[in-house]
C-alpha cells in the first residue's frame, strides 16, 4: 500500500497561506483592505481564507509535498483553493482510514474534487479499496443551493473525471432512495457533505453501523452556523442517542471516530 512520506521539518521554516474567498462578508473590498494590513501584524505562520485568520501556525498542508500535489493539482474553482485546510483534515483522515478494512465513501460529491483529492493523496490511479460517491449530479436537490455546471450532462463529466480510476463508482440519485443501487458492506472513510439536514441523517441512518471499528466520519457542514446550524441540530441529537459526540473544528467540519 503506498502511504505518502513526510519530510523533516525545518525549524525555522514557517508558511504563510492566504485565499481571497470566504463566505458572509457584507463589505468584501473593505474586509479584504482591512485583512491586508491584520496579516502585517501578527506573527508568521498566518492562514486567511475560508472563514478562518490564524496566525502562529505550522500550516501542515502546505508543508506535506505529495498533499499540497494533490491539492494543487485538482482545484477547478475558488473555493477548492480556499478550503485547503478543510481538505487536508480529510486526506489525513483517510490516511489513518487507508490501513483499516472497508471502502471509502463520499455522500455528496459535486465535481469530484474531494474524491479525488484523496485518492491522488494516498496513491491516485493505485488508490487500494473502492471508493463509492453518492450524489445527485444533475441538480442540486437543496434548493437555491445549485453549484456551477449542475446539469443535463454533468454525472458524465464527473465520470470523466475518473476515467483512470477504476476504484470509483459514481451513483447517481437521491440519497437515501440511490442506496438501493448499491452500498458497501464495511465502510473505513465516510465523508457527508450534503449541505441538508434530512439528506445527511438518512446517510447516517443507512451507513453508519457499516463503518468499522476505527473508522472516521467527517460532516463538511456540522460547525457552520446560520443557514447550516440546522444540520448540527439534527446529527448531535442524533448522535447522542448513540452516545457520541462529534468533535467540531474551526474549519466548520464535524469529525468522530467509530468505536
Ligand atoms: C458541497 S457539494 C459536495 C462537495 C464535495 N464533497 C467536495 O468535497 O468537493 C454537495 C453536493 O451534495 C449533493 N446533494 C445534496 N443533497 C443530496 C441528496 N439528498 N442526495 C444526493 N445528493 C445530494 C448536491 O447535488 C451537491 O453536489
Redesign the pocket.
Given at each position: 500500500m503506498f502511504l505518502p512520506k513526510l519530510k523533516a521539518l525545518q525549524m525555522e521554516q514557517t508558511v504563510n497561506f492566504s485565499s481571497p474567498l470566504s463566505w458572509g462578508i457584507s463589505d468584501p473590498i473593505k474586509f479584504s483592505a482591512l485583512m491586508e494590513e491584520a496579516k502585517k501584524l501578527v506573527a508568521p505562520g498566518y492562514y486567511l481564507g475560508d472563514n478562518l485568520f490564524t496566525w502562529a501556525r505550522n500550516n501542515s498542508a502546505l508543508e506535506d509535498e505529495a498533499f499540497r500535489d494533490a491539492w494543487q493539482t485538482n482545484i477547478v474553482n475558488d473555493a477548492d483553493e480556499a478550503i485547503l485546510w478543510r481538505r487536508y483534515i480529510l486526506a489525513c483522515a483517510a490516511y489513518n482510514c487507508v490501513q483499516l478494512p472497508g471502502d471509502f465513501v463520499?455522500c455528496?460529491?459535486?465535481?469530484g474534487?474531494?474524491i479525488k483529492t484523496v485518492m491522488d493523496y494516498l496513491g491516485g490511479t493505485g488508490f487500494p479499496k473502492p471508493y463509492w460517491g453518492?450524489?445527485?449530479?444533475d441538480y442540486?436537490?437543496?434548493e437555491g443551493h445549485a453549484?456551477a455546471g449542475?446539469g443535463e450532462g454533468f454525472y458524465e463529466l464527473v465520470q470523466d473525471r475518473f476515467v483512470d480510476y477504476k476504484q470509483v463508482r459514481l451513483i447517481k440519485g437521491?440519497?437515501p432512495d440511490c442506496f438501493s443501487d448499491g452500498i458497501p458492506e464495511q465502510i473505513a472513510f465516510l465523508?457527508i457533505?450534503?449541505?441538508?439536514a434530512d439528506?445527511e441523517i438518512a446517510a447516517l441512518e443507512h451507513l453508519f453501523h457499516r463503518v468499522v471499528s476505527g473508522g472516521v466520519v467527517v460532516l463538511?457542514d456540522y460547525e457552520w452556523s446560520g443557514i447550516y446550524r440546522h444540520q448540527k441540530q439534527v446529527e448531535d441529537k442524533w448522535f447522542e442517542e448513540r452516545n457520541y459526540r462529534v468533535i467540531p473544528y474551526p474549519t466548520g467540519q464535524g469529525m468522530l471516530i467509530k468505536r
Open positions: 463520499e455528496g460529491v459535486y465535481i474534487t474531494g453518492y450524489d445527485t449530479f442540486n436537490p437543496v453549484f449542475q437521491l440519497i465523508h457533505d450534503l449541505n441538508n439528506g463538511d
